[in-house]
């Protein structure tokens, strides 16, 4: 079993910033690909970015040029730094791992909001 905790979600203006951080209990070296998705109420869980074992990275085309999806290995940790944070950014976000199989975070909420 993995273990994926997210932190850093909170409350938030628009244009305002926040850093959300995935850490995983052991190697995060084993997976794949790592990332971020999202849920907002009523909606279906989407993609927000993507980082592989080979440092390449993806976006969904709603946060490029505003969010930067970074990982540490030798913290075993994911982050994803998000700025000019609109309202429609407000969701659960999830930290997600892939390797043979998906492997999920509890999420963690931001609210952008004035």
């Known amino acids: 079993q993995v273990q994926l905790v997210e932190s850093g979600g909170g409350l938030v203006q628009p244009g305002g910033s926040l850093r959300l951080s995935c850490a995983a209990a052991?190697?995060?070296?084993?997976?794949?690909?790592m990332g971020w998705y999202r849920q907002a109420p009523g909606r279906q869980r989407e993609l927000v970015a993507l980082?592989?074992?080979?440092?390449?990275?993806n976006y969904a085309d709603s946060v490029k040029g505003r969010f930067t999806i970074s990982r540490d290995n030798a913290e075993n940790t994911v982050y994803l730094q998000m700025n000019s944070l609109k309202p429609e950014d407000t969701a659960i976000y999830y930290c997600?791992?892939?390797?043979?199989?998906?492997?999920w975070g509890q999420g963690t909420q931001v609210t952008v909001s004035s």
């Open positions: 980082i592989s074992r080979g440092l390449t990275t």
């Open positions: 052991g190697s995060i070296g084993r997976f794949n690909t």
């Open positions: 997600n791992a892939k390797s043979l199989v998906d492997y």
